[in-house]
């Protein structure tokens, strides 16, 4: 009787969680995305602890087993998600998935790479807000190459690659305020910073300081 009391919670939860994320990433520039949760039972073992009268199998966590399903494009079903999406799909919908739930959810870091792939300009700038407002209380790790992004973070590391004795190495560097300025405006401009892209970079990390 409680996984099945514990099952019906599910569905109602379900149907909200799908309706709210679906509205997230499709502000998150995924717009004809179709985000589903998939609740399934499988039939008990003769003479096992069951439920209802199909006798569905009881585990600890119930009688359901739950799977989130993407459609990312028009005239698709839904598919599970692990198997469908791309990796700037995949980290867009675990943001909305964290916003939704970021006051149930305890996980102290979150990293995101590649949340940056196929968008750019009012959707970079969305995004940006969206993982600014993620970090509140929790750590959030971003790999971005989109200078929207980058504005929003409370901390920039430049990462750069160099080759030394025939071995790749990788290393970070904390920016303050003047350098974070300087990147900005080499992520806008290309590796020769002109003037116009300078004031851009101030103009861009000072709205994102007062959002």
């Known amino acids: 009787a409680a996984a099945l009391a514990l099952s019906a919670k599910r569905e109602e939860a379900a149907r909200r969680l799908q309706r709210l994320v679906q509205k997230e990433i499709r502000g998150l520039g995924m717009e004809k995305a179709v985000f589903r949760v998939s609740l399934r039972r499988e039939p008990g073992a003769t003479g096992g602890l069951t439920a209802g009268e199909s006798g569905w199998r009881i585990t600890p966590r119930g009688v359901d087993q739950a799977e989130f399903l993407l459609s990312a494009n028009p005239g698709e079903e839904p598919k599970p998600l692990t198997r469908v999406a791309s990796g700037g799909e995949l980290s867009r919908t675990m943001l909305g998935l964290k916003v939704i739930l970021a006051s149930a959810d305890r996980t102290p870091s979150l990293v995101f ?4 792939a196929g968008i750019g300009g009012r959707i970079a700038d969305v995004v940006g807000q969206t993982l600014r407002r993620t970090a509140a209380g929790r750590q959030v ?48 401009g290309g590796e020769h910073v002109t003037e116009t892209a300078r004031r851009h970079a101030k103009s861009l990390y000072a709205e994102a300081r007062e959002r």
């Open 141 to 188: 790790l971003c790999v971005t190459h989109l200078p929207q992004i980058a504005a929003y973070g409370h901390h920039h590391l430049l990462i750069t690659k160099s080759v030394r004795d025939a071995r790749t190495l990788t290393s970070g560097s904390p920016l303050d305020d003047r350098q974070r300025v300087e990147e900005l405006a080499r992520m806008l």
């Open 113 to 116: 790479d590649e949340v940056d």
